[in-house]
Every structure is written in structure tokens, then in C-alpha cells.
């Protein structure tokens, strides 16, 4: 190994850099915050990088360039697991020939998502190898070190990442991996066809698989002790060990950096030499539950600090048992959709018509805000469509009636297909009316690609799909396109009229977003100029 | 924590220049050698709200987070901030604002993030070298010259 450059890098960018010089072969995802800048970055670094519709189609495109010999890695936010969710479990299973690294980033506070559920949960589930980076070095020397388990024990691995780990700018010094790797194909029927019975002999080689995992894990660098002081001991990983290291500068501290599978006898030797040992994780008790169920005495957070993130604050209260109330934050100014975006236009139309508004994941969620309140329901990507379709099959007709989907391009892309597929299937008795707010970008997460824009991760021309033109081939003929900017009354017209004609329609508002439109301007002028 | 840590919460609304302002007291931190974490949400506090961005630097940084009732500097952008962030001051921190910086010497509004740099430069021992290169990191090359100019002014004022 030479001598390394000294670097400030995000965690995602570390994620990336590794990545690139481990000569990672296919890096494939969804966008989502906090996850979105490591497949742009391994871009700019050269990497073959590409958006996916969806997580699952990334997760199961990464797979295929494990089962052919590659490494490959594949992100997604927390949420967007539950969509790859069906290709994990099993390909925990089949496992890969080169390497498949996950990178899932939880959002603990939900700075940017529905929810904050803890992917560490998934892993358990699956039976899927977990590293927990702590800062941007360890997001960079663990991905190196997850494809490197990947590819010894032919197993995908999970590495598993916050926002602050994400989003945080901390120092690397980059080491040279020599890693290689050959794409080519190997027939391996009983290991790659998951028919039951070669799957019931794939689940019994994984348990047996992580069982050898959790031995070799008790022994493993990727935990370490930092040996402080004798009274009291703390068991955390992630972003929640830089926190407890702060928070409790005489306490020892075990850092777990593989939490899948665990290293019970190494954390029973630690605990059993405090007389107070404390998880201190962020999220679910999942450390504490799981360490407490191995019979070994540790405590665990109020059941108050499962909520949000932590921070040294909070943690020292953890360690002060104390539950007493928190203090509220001031409330800062909240975002709102930006002046003269073109979606305004639309929530507009929706709370002047008093429509029943199914939302969807987007920027455009803040059509719930004042002053437009035009949004009643917003669950996760896609549902927009088919909410809508499950309230006009139940609702009195004259709320049926008002019903109304609205759902961005970059979402109807990710999970909308199957919802018109479902309208177009079982439509209601009232008809229905599905809204495409297509401006022409993701913009929610900094203005990603997708495959309605026609251009690739890197801003390339690619073949387009074209939503109308879908919408057509499936049967769907009332389909009106307006321009937001140009007839603002032809939006609402055109809502109002498919309201009104109760058909199954679809309307698409269509005009760039304005912060991605001189960007779209550079992309086209570039393909005009054949650069 | 080995040794004083300085902690630094710049705030602002999405769009001010909160996150560059950010990058450069960051950059500068760690060209002058000092261990540097900076922390920062994105998403939809981007969307016009209140954004917030942490650095903390010095010998040896655990958290990248400021801890509220600890922060050495908060720097505004928009001076309806201070209110949402006075939390994080510890006593007898600094509030650095716009009122701070001599309109003359700031030529363009959108260089405010840097003038709330320049005038933060002045109470921190770092090299202003190091500032230069931090600046010239985080710009577009077509702003470096004006920026470098009004930066060295206002740090050199009072």
C-alpha cells in the first residue's frame, strides 16, 4: 500500500471512492436521501453507474452482476428496502459468485422520508451480513471490507448507513485495495434455481454460513474496545459510537462494526467486566434486545430515546436515566414549494375543485401545506394511484366522484406502472383520474434521472419512456397533456373534465422543474453539439 | 476529545449559500492540518426552509453534530435564524450575522455566505492561506477573484 492522500469526504462519497478502487464492475439504485450521492459520485469517478426504476429492479440487476462474477453495489434509502425486500431474502439464499454489497441508509428523525424504521431489522430477517460504518474512514474501509466478505463467503453483504454517517463530511485516508475480479458464467443449478428443494438445502448452508460468520466475527478487527476506564461500559455502533465516545469520555467502549451476525462471547466478555454496562444505539433496542436475549445483563435506552436521532445530549441523558421531558426545538421555517414552481398551478386546481387527493413521495407532498391543503393521503411511492382506486371502489359516489391520484414522473416511473395496470384491470364504477406532475426530473432528491427524462445517471441520451404512450398501450384512451406555465386554466379544465366524464384518465402537467431546467437546457444543447 | 474542539453552527434558509459557507470554514479547518467533522441534513429542508449545518474542528472531534448549549459560533444568513438556533450557544459564544458586515464591502448579496466567512476568520487561528484555498475549493473558478477580494477586505476591516 502506498502512501494515501488525506481527504474530506461525506460518508456516501467515501462509499464511493472505495467502491471505484475496488473496481467495483456495476453500481445500480434508486435515488433516495441520504443514499442519492453515492451512485453520482461513482459516476464521476468513472464507475458504471445507473438509476433503476425501482429498488427492487436495482437489487435484482446488482445480483445478476454478482451471479456473473462481478462485484456490484446496490443503494437505496431505508424505505426503499421494503420494495427490494422480495430479491434479498432469497438472494441471501442463492448468495453471489463475485460480490453484492447493499448500501441501505436509514434516516433516523425522518429529515427527508415516511418513516424511520430500522433496517437493521432486514438483516436479521434475511440472514444477511451487516457492517455499521461510524464515519466517512469507516464507510470507506468497510465497503472495502463487505466486498471483500462478500466475495469470501459467496454471500451478499449489508452494509448499513444513517444520515449522519451519509451526510456528514469526515477524513479519509483512502487505502489501495487490490481487489480483482472476472465476470463469466458458471452454471450452478442447485445453487442459482431456487425451486423448494434446492432452496430447503440453500437455507440450511446459510444458517450453517452465518454461524462461521459469527465465529470468525468474535475474532474480527471490525469491533474494537477502546479500554477507558473500569466503572462503566457501553456497547454501541454506528453513528451512535461517536456520540457515546463524547458523551462518556471514562467509559469504556465496545464498537461493534459487523452487527450481523453478532459476536456473543466477545460482547459477554465486555459486558461482564462492568459492574453498569449500556447499549447505546440509535432507533430500535435491536443491540440491546438481541444482547438481552443471549442472557447477558446489559440496560437499554427509555423507550423515549427510540424516537428521532440521537445526539451527545441525548445520550448523556441515557446515561443519567433521564426521562425527564425533552425540550422542543423552536420550530424552524418549514420548506414549501419553491415560488413559481409549476406544480402549484395544480394543487391549485385540486383545492379550488375540492378534490379527494391520494399524494404521493415528492417534493410536491407539500401540496398538503398551506396554502393549497389539496393533499388527504400520502403513504409510500406509488400508492397515490392505487389509495385512490381502493377509496372510489368504496366510497358514496358522490365522494367517489372527487377522487383524484397526483403522482410525480420520477415516482410513476418507480411504482405507478403496476397502479394503472391495476385501474385499468379492476376500474372503478365511477372511473378515475390519475394526475402526472412530470416535471421532468427527480427533484426531491437533487435532481436525479430517471427513465421519463431519456437521459441516464450521468446525463446521457437514453431511450425514453414516454408516459402517455404507456398509458395508451394499456387501454387508458382519455389521456390530456397541458402545460402549467403556458394555460394554468387548462390544468384545472382538464381535471374538471375528467372528473366529470367518468372515464379512466389520465392527466399529465407537464413543464420542467425550475431548478433543473437550465440543466436540461446544458444536456440537450450538449447532444445537439454531439458531445 | 483530545484537546478544545471549536464549534461552528452556520444556519440560513435553503438557497442562501448555507452549505458552502459551510464547506469553506470546513476546508480551511482541514487544510491547516486540524481533524474536521461537518454535519448537515438535505432533503426537503431544502425546499425554501431553515437549513442548519455543523463544524466542529480541533485535535480530535467524536460527534459531528454541535451539541445545543455548546457551539463557539453561530453564523446567520437570514437574521430571522438566531432564534431557532440560540439553543446551541454556549454562554459567551459569538452570534456572527449580516448586520456584521459593512455593506460597502459586500458587492454582490449572493456573497454573503463568504463576507459571514470573512468576518468568522477573524476570531479563528487559522491561516488565512488556508481560507484562500478553502474558498477556491468550494467556488466555481469564475467567482474565485471577486470572492477571494471581498474576502480578504472584510476580514481585513475593523
Known amino acids: ?221 471490525l469491533n474494537v474496545v477502546f479500554d477507558r476506564g473500569r466503572e462503566l461500559g457501553v456497547i454501541a455502533s454506528g453513528i451512535a459510537f461517536q456520540h457515546a465516545m463524547e458523551a462518556a469520555p471514562d467509559a469504556s467502549v465496545l464498537k461493534l462494526g459487523m452487527t450481523h451476525p453478532l459476536p456473543m462471547q466477545r460482547i459477554r466478555n465486555f459486558a461482564e467486566s462492568f459492574k453498569r454496562c449500556v447499549v447505546i444505539e440509535e432507533g430500535d433496542p435491536y443491540l440491546a434486545d438481541a444482547i438481552r436475549s443471549a442472557g447477558i445483563q446489559v440496560e437499554s435506552k427509555s423507550e423515549m430515546y427510540r424516537f428521532g436521532e440521537l445526539n451527545v445530549e441525548r445520550v448523556r441523558r441515557i446515561l443519567a436515566n433521564d426521562v425527564s421531558p425533552e425540550a422542543a426545538p423552536l420550530p424552524g421555517k418549514p420548506p414549501q414549494l419553491c415560488v413559481g414552481c409549476p406544480h402549484r398551478v395544480t394543487f391549485e386546481a385540486l383545492r379550488d375543485l375540492g378534490c379527494i387527493v391520494a399524494g404521493d413521495i415528492g417534493c410536491y407532498t407539500l401540496g398538503v401545506l398551506p396554502p393549497f391543503e389539496a393533499m388527504d393521503t400520502c403513504v409510500c411511492m406509488g400508492a397515490s394511484i392505487t389509495v385512490a382506486l381502493g377509496m372510489r371502489q368504496c366510497l358514496p359516489p358522490e365522494q367517489a366522484r372527487k377522487v383524484v391520484s397526483v403522482i410525480g414522473d420520477s415516482t410513476f416511473v418507480h411504482s405507478g406502472l403496476t397502479g394503472l395496470v391495476e385501474m385499468v384491470y379492476n376500474p372503478p364504477a365511477s372511473g378515475h383520474v390519475v394526475v402526472i406532475l412530470d416535471n421532468g426530473t427527480t427533484a426531491m432528491t437533487g435532481l436525479q434521472e430517471h427513465a421519463g427524462t431519456g437521459r441516464t445517471l450521468d446525463h446521457k441520451p ?44 389520465l392527466v399529465i402537467v407537464r413543464r420542467p422543474c425550475l431548478l433543473a431546467a437550465k440543466r436540461i437546457k446544458q444536456y440537450e444543447a450538449a447532444l445537439k453539439d454531439g458531445k | 476529545m483530545t484537546g478544545k474542539v471549536i464549534n461552528v453552527v452556520v444556519a440560513g434558509l435553503g438557497g442562501q449559500g448555507v452549505l458552502t459557507a459551510a464547506d469553506i470554514v470546513a476546508a480551511a479547518a482541514f487544510n491547516a492540518g486540524l481533524d ?18 455543523d463544524v466542529r474542528f480541533g485535535q480530535g472531534v467524536y460527534s459531528p453534530m454541535v451539541t445545543p448549549g455548546e457551539a463557539d459560533f453561530l453564523v446567520v444568513l437570514s437574521a430571522d435564524q438566531v432564534d431557532v438556533n440560540r439553543r446551541f450557544i454556549k454562554p459567551g459564544g459569538a452570534i456572527i450575522t449580516p448586520d456584521d458586515i459593512d455593506e460597502n464591502l459586500l458587492a454582490d448579496k449572493r456573497g454573503l455566505n463568504v463576507a459571514l466567512m470573512a468576518a468568522l476568520s477573524r476570531r479563528l487561528d487559522i491561516d488565512e492561506s488556508h481560507w484562500i484555498a478553502a474558498i477556491k475549493a468550494s467556488l466555481n473558478p469564475r467567482l474565485h477573484e471577486a470572492n477571494v477580494r471581498m474576502f480578504q477586505a472584510i476580514r481585513a476591516a475593523e
Open chain 2, 36 to 53: 474536521v467533522k461537518k454535519s448537515e441534513v438535505h432533503g426537503m429542508s431544502q425546499r425554501g426552509g431553515s437549513v442548519a449545518c
Open chain 1, 1 to 221: 500500500m502506498s502512501s494515501s492522500p488525506r481527504l474530506l469526504l461525506s460518508g456516501n462519497e467515501a462509499i464511493a471512492l472505495a467502491a471505484r478502487n475496488a473496481g467495483v464492475g456495476l453500481g445500480c439504485g434508486y435515488p433516495g436521501t441520504p443514499s442519492t450521492e453515492i451512485l453520482e459520485r461513482f459516476s464521476e469517478l468513472g464507475g458504471k453507474a445507473q438509476w433503476s426504476p425501482n429498488e427492487k429492479v436495482a437489487l435484482e440487476v446488482g445480483l445478476g452482476a454478482a451471479y456473473a462474477g462481478a462485484a456490484a453495489i446496490v443503494t437505496m434509502k431505508h424505505v426503499g428496502l421494503n420494495v427490494a425486500a422480495d430479491p434479498l431474502f432469497t438472494a441471501a439464499y442463492t448468495g453471489v459468485n463475485g460480490a453484492l454489497v447493499l448500501v441501505c441508509a436509514d434516516d433516523p428523525g425522518m429529515a427527508s422520508s415516511q418513516n424511520e424504521q430500522d433496517n437493521r431489522r432486514y438483516a436479521v430477517a434475511a440472514g444477511v451480513i451487516m457492517l455499521e460504518p461510524s464515519d466517512s474512514q469507516e464507510a470507506y474501509d468497510f465497503t472495502l471490507a463487505a466486498l471483500s466478505i462478500s466475495h469470501g463467503r459467496r454471500l451478499p453483504v449489508m452494509l448499513r448507513v444513517t444520515t449522519r454517517v451519509c451526510h456528514s463530511k469526515t477524513i479519509v485516508n483512502p487505502a489501495k485495495p487490490d481487489m480483482k475480479w472476472k465476470a463469466e458464467f458458471q452454471r450452478d443449478i442447485a445453487r442459482l434455481v431456487m425451486i423448494p428443494s434446492n432452496a430447503r438445502k440453500a437455507h440450511r448452508r446459510l444458517r450453517q454460513s452465518l454461524n462461521e460468520v459469527a465465529a470468525w466475527n468474535e475474532q474480527s478487527d
Open chain 1, 462 to 505: 437514453a431511450n425514453r419512456v414516454v408516459f402517455e404512450d404507456v398509458a395508451r398501450a394499456m387501454g387508458i384512451s382519455n389521456i390530456r397533456v397541458v402545460d402549467p406555465l403556458k394555460d394554468a386554466a387548462g390544468v384545472s379544465a382538464a381535471i374538471s373534465e375528467s372528473l366529470a366524464s367518468g372515464e379512466l384518465c
